[in-house]
């Protein structure tokens, strides 16, 4: 009776572990099919993400496209706006130059023509000659 005791003893052993294994196996294919869910919900996320990033990638190609030809309108703009300066300055300098020129014209119209008012005071055959 001892050996078969043991045997059923055994048994009971090896059954209970069959069941509790079965129970694993069961909980580890739960497992497996929740990771499976979750590996596809992330794949579709990815996806999904890529699509995304694909579509930044277009718009930031575009938008530095669009500032590079910003950068080269405002180089083109900085040097009009340099070459305008410069001939501002140029005009500036010819003005003062011709207003020097002016005032000393007008200096020396108006010492003429004290001069001539001087000549014409002095000498009457001046004033028979202007008629």
Request: hydrophobic share 30%; proline share 0%; with cysteine.
């Given at each position: 009776?001892?050996?078969s ?6 048994i009971e052993?090896?059954e209970k ?13 739960t ?8 590996r ?13 990033l694909g ?7 575009r938008?530095?496209?669009q ?5 080269e309108e405002?180089?083109?703009l900085?040097?009009?706006a340099?070459?305008?300066?410069k001939?501002?300055?140029?005009s500036?300098?010819?003005?003062q ?17 004290h001069?001539?008012?001087?000549l014409?005071?002095?000498?009457d055959?001046i004033?028979?000659?202007k008629?």
């Amino acid at each position: 009776m001892d050996e078969s005791f043991c045997a059923d003893t055994k048994i009971e052993q090896l059954e209970k572990d069959i069941r509790v294994a079965n129970q694993d196996l069961a909980d580890n294919e739960t497992l497996i099919a929740t990771y499976r869910q979750d590996r596809d919900r992330l794949e579709k996320e990815m996806r999904g993400l890529e699509k995304e990033l694909g579509q930044a990638q277009v718009e930031y190609e575009r938008e530095k496209a669009q500032l590079t030809a910003y950068d080269e309108e405002l180089k083109e703009l900085e040097a009009l706006a340099k070459q305008k300066s410069k001939t501002v300055a140029e005009s500036q300098l010819e003005l003062q130059n011709l207003t020097h020129e002016t005032e000393r014209l007008s200096k020396e119209n108006s010492g003429l023509a004290h001069a001539m008012q001087e000549l014409v005071e002095s000498h009457d055959w001046i004033e028979d000659q202007k008629q």
